[in-house]
């Protein structure tokens, strides 16, 4: 058993003093008390942030949503305001874990949770996200379940969260604080690609505390759903996972669509490419695919992995028919 202190911070003021000196925050710890027996991570502190008032989901005056850090995910899936107007974001978080842990998993936490990679995972195999520099042996070994979208020589790893795929696709905004004070950063810029640094998974500063996540208005009559294909019924995270919204004119072309892929990249993959090439566009299942195509022309599988590629086209083509259809579940 390797000791650590245990803090429970009363400010934001005094969890980011303690975050300083190198402390790790706690909040459901679904994730890091795994990756702590597991020895992945050793803190010398964990600061517990249960306490911090951002246990709250709140209508904005723009028609947007406000969801509180440590709102659990089990109290997100159910609450009206998701459930009426993002109910994309209602079924991934339904779809994400047991309910067990979604009693416990908070806002947060599951945005920031950490790759699911054996290898990440075993502290007896070399992992550049783990160790940099040590190499990355998945990409020769086991992958089958890991990235084809985005990765690099270095870290081949896939974002497990469900509920940050639909927050990528609904353009979800990041609220932070740190010690140069409060900051807003785009979902899609706070989250990042390994590169050749895959041990750093965001883009800020280490000790940053997340305090909610806003959530733009959708467009008016936009549907939207959550569609997962896993190993098992029961719990498991994605072999791939598509979050889609898709909003039709009066001659049932595509006025808006939203796009985003899960369990096939080290971040929520925004399918931009497909995006561009569906607005203004016909909708039907065969413009669905060629846009998908399109989006996928710069996957980069490994022989393991390499059936994501048409088994992302399917889904994705699927939960865009079932929009189209008026499909909300």
Known sequence: MRTFDY???????????????????????????????????RPQRVIDVNELPYDF??????????????????????????????????????????G?????????????????????????????????????????????????????????????????VAMAALDAIVHVQSADGPDEIALADFLRLPGESPEIETTVPAGTLVTAVRLPP?????????????????????????????QLADDQTVRDVRLAFGGVAHKPWRASVAERSLRGGRADPDAFKAAIDAELAVADPLPGNAFKVPLLTAVAVDALSGLLEGDRT
């Open 100 to 164: 067990q842990l979604r009693n416990m998993a908070t806002t947060a936490g599951n945005l920031l949770q950490r790759t699911r990679c054996l290898y990440f995972q075993d502290v007896t195999k070399p992992c550049n996200k783990r160790q940099p520099g040590s190499g990355c042996p998945a990409r020769t070994g086991e992958h089958r379940d890991l990235a084809v979208l985005g990765a690099s020589e270095a870290c081949i790893a896939t974002h497990p969260s469900d509920m940050a």
């Open 218 to 246: 959708l467009p008016t009559g936009m549907r939207s759903s959550y569609r997962k294909v896993r190993d098992r019924a029961s719990y498991a995270f994605a072999v791939v996972s598509v979050a889609a919204g898709l």
């Open 7 to 41: 803090t429970r911070a009363g400010t934001a003021e005094e969890a980011l003093r303690l975050a300083a000196n190198g402390a790790t925050y706690l909040a459901g710890g679904t994730n890091l008390v795994d990756l702590m027996k597991l020895g992945v991570v």
């Open 57 to 98: 989901v709140a209508a904005l005056a723009d028609g947007g949503v406000q969801i509180g850090a440590t709102v659990r995910n089990s109290d997100l899936a159910a609450h009206p305001l998701i459930r009426r107007g993002y109910p994309v974001l209602s079924q991934a978080l339904l779809a994400g874990a047991s």
